[in-house]
């Protein structure tokens, strides 16, 4: 039995009209793969299923992260690591020994790894002056960080240290032209009456090298801008080797002065490994860097507290008073505001008015 024409219909339309929606239907479908795949989620062939690449991508990205923030962790881990040998070779040898030994073995590891010897290139610099400069203010922020911790406690130097990220947000406005806005001043002010709240100047519980500390944070808050500054010119390597090489030019005239043979083999293995925790630390922070943007790694740099605490209780008997811990956490309270409101800022900034 034939299904009857329809009055007026011409044979042939039924057929003519299917084709005609199931071209209409692939269209669309064409255009809206194409517009998914221009917004990052895109489908494969069959509806509904994701593309391999789009996940392998995003899969990717994921691992990259979680590979940067532990390479972050392991760089602080370093550093805590440097400060804690530092402190209790400091003990029995001149500090500006100490800083000798971390910056020859420092460069001695340097040399190994990225072959200097064979790249006289490494050494070629588009800003010799800024790279000199550089490399003075590491070399006068590690000798104060050295002598101070001779007289203050692990975490008290650390948590005076950590106003280094408001520095920068400070001092960039008049050298690199970001300027920070009210709440950004606002936080920055809070964090630095953190600070004084772990220096307590005038009060006797805290030593006066605290004040070398806070000098030293202004130092290394302007050796991170020059590094900011030379990220432009010049190449990582190149960078490294020329701050290794400055502290060990600067200090090796007067080794006769300062030298004091170490009396034991676990002396001289302290001394060597403040030059590998840097390099190991430093090329950590390279590479974290590589893998991930700041503001996702920032905020782990605080974890070095912990490091820091600990090794200051188990080496040296040391327990923070509660104020070095009050302070201590409005100056990472203010820092991480800041990192917040940064990348809430830049949010709103690429969203499309």
Known sequence: MTRPEIKGQRPGFMPEWRSFVERRRSSQGRVGAAVRARRG?????????????????????????????????????????????AKWANQIVDP????????????????????????????????????????????????????ALQHLQLAQNISIQFAMPLLVALLAGPMLGEWAGPRRLVAIV?????????????????????????????????????????????????????????????????????????P????????????????????????????????????FIYTQIVWMVLFGYVIFGDVPDRWTLIGGAIVIGSGLYLLVWERFARGRERRPT
Not at 102 to 131: D, E, G, K, M
């Open 41 to 85: 989620w895109a489908l494969s062939e069959r509806d509904g299923e994701p593309a391999q690449e789009s996940a392998a991508a995003r899969a990717e990205s994921g691992r990259r992260r979680f590979v940067a923030i532990l390479l972050m962790c392991g760089a602080v881990f370093c550093f805590a690591c440097l400060d804690a040998s």
């Open 190 to 262: 809070i964090g630095f009456c953190g600070v004084l709240v772990v220096a307590r100047p005038g009060g006797d519980a805290l030593h006066p090298a605290a004040l070398l500390t806070v000098i030293n944070t202004v130092f290394y808050a302007l050796y991170a801008i020059f590094t900011r500054m030379l990220a432009a010119h010049d190449s990582t390597a190149t960078t490294l080797t020329y701050s290794g090489l400055a502290g060990m030019l600067f200090l090796t005239p007067a080794l006769p002065f300062i030298w004091t043979t170490p």
């Open 264 to 299: 034991s083999l676990l002396v001289w293995a302290v001394l060597i490994a403040t030059g590998l925790f840097a390099a190991v630390g430093h090329g950590f922070l390279t590479l974290a860097h590589a893998r991930a943007p700041a503001p996702v790694l920032s905020p």
């Open 96 to 147: 500006m020994l100490t800083t000798w030994f971390r910056y020859t073995a420092n460069v001695a590891i340097l040399a190994v790894v990225l072959n200097s010897w064979t790249r006289p290139r490494i050494l070629r610099t588009n800003r010799f002056a800024l790279q000199i400069g550089r490399s003075v203010l590491l070399f006068l922020s590690t000798v104060l960080n050295f002598l």
